[in-house]
C-alpha cells in the first residue's frame, strides 16, 4: 500500500512490477496513466500546483476508503507536481486483487476521487497566455456514482 | 485565536500571498471571509463568487459553515484539479 507525491517522474513498468514481485495471490493487476496532453500543438508549458499538507492526508483517505470497499492486495497511488512539458507523465494509479472485477472498479473510484478531491490545480500556458485549468462538471458528476447505494 | 491562512492557485495570485497569519475572533468560515473581504479590495475580489471557492480546515474540506473553534489552519483554492 503506498502514496506518493514527488517532484520526479516514474517508471510505471516498474512500479507494476514492484506491486506483485515475490506473491502468488494477485491475478488481477489494473492501472491507469494520466499525462500532460496537448491537443493542437499550443502548449507551451505546464505546472501542477499542491496543497503539500494535505495532499498526503486526501490521498491516504482515498485509500484507505478503496481498500475498505474492495478485497485489495495492493494498491499505489503516484502523484507529481511542478513544472511539466506535453506527453510527460503525471499520476499513476495501479490496484491488485485477485479477480478483475476489484481491481478495475477500486482504479475507477481512486481516479474519479483524485481528479476532485485531491488539492492539485493544473496551470497551463499556451500560446493565447497562461490560465489555471477549470474543473470539469463531469468530474464532480463521476463521483456521484461511487456514493453509498450507488454501487 | 490567531490562524494560519492558506491560499492557493489563482486565489493565491489575486491576493497576492501564499500563506499569512490572521488575528481573528471568526466563528466560522463564513465569519472569515467577510473579515477578510473587509479589509482589502484584493480580498474582496478573490472571495467575490463563493461557489468558485473550496475550503479546508485543518486539512480537510468544509463548507463555509464550518465552525473555527480550535482550529489552526484554514486553505482557500478553487475546484481541484488533480488526476
Not at chain 1, 488481477?28 to 496543497?51: K, M
Amino acid at each position: 500500500m503506498a502514496v506518493r507525491v514527488q517532484e520526479a517522474d516514474f517508471d510505471p513498468g516498474a512500479e507494476l512490477a514492484a506491486l506483485h514481485a515475490g506473491r502468488t495471490d494477485v491475478g488481477a493487476l489494473v492501472s491507469f496513466t494520466g499525462l500532460v496532453r496537448d491537443l493542437d500543438g499550443r502548449l507551451t508549458g505546464f505546472e501542477l500546483e499542491h496543497y503539500p499538507e494535505m495532499t498526503a492526508k486526501a490521498l491516504h483517505a482515498i485509500e484507505a476508503e478503496a481498500r475498505a470497499r474492495w478485497p485489495l492486495q495492493a494498491c499505489l497511488i503516484v502523484h507529481r507536481f511542478g513544472p511539466l512539458a506535453p506527453g510527460d507523465r503525471i499520476m499513476m494509479v495501479a490496484t491488485a486483487s485477485a479477480h478483475r472485477e476489484a481491481a478495475f472498479d477500486a482504479a475507477m473510484f481512486l481516479m474519479d476521487y483524485l481528479k476532485s478531491r485531491a488539492p492539485f490545480w493544473k496551470r497551463e500556458t499556451t500560446t493565447a497566455g497562461a490560465s489555471w485549468v477549470d474543473a470539469r462538471a463531469a468530474d464532480e458528476a463521476a463521483l456521484r456514482r461511487w456514493s453509498r447505494g450507488g454501487r | 485565536m490567531t490562524l494560519d491562512v492558506l491560499y492557493f492557485a489563482w486565489l493565491r495570485e489575486r491576493i497576492g500571498a501564499s500563506r499569512e497569519a490572521v488575528d481573528t475572533d471568526a466563528a466560522t468560515v463564513a465569519d472569515l471571509v467577510a473579515e477578510l473581504r473587509g479589509r482589502e479590495p484584493r480580498y474582496d475580489a478573490a472571495f467575490a463568487d463563493m461557489a468558485a471557492v473550496r475550503v479546508a480546515v485543518d486539512q480537510e474540506l468544509r463548507d463555509l459553515a464550518a465552525p473555527l473553534a480550535g482550529a489552526r489552519e484554514v486553505a482557500f483554492f478553487p475546484p481541484m484539479t488533480g488526476g
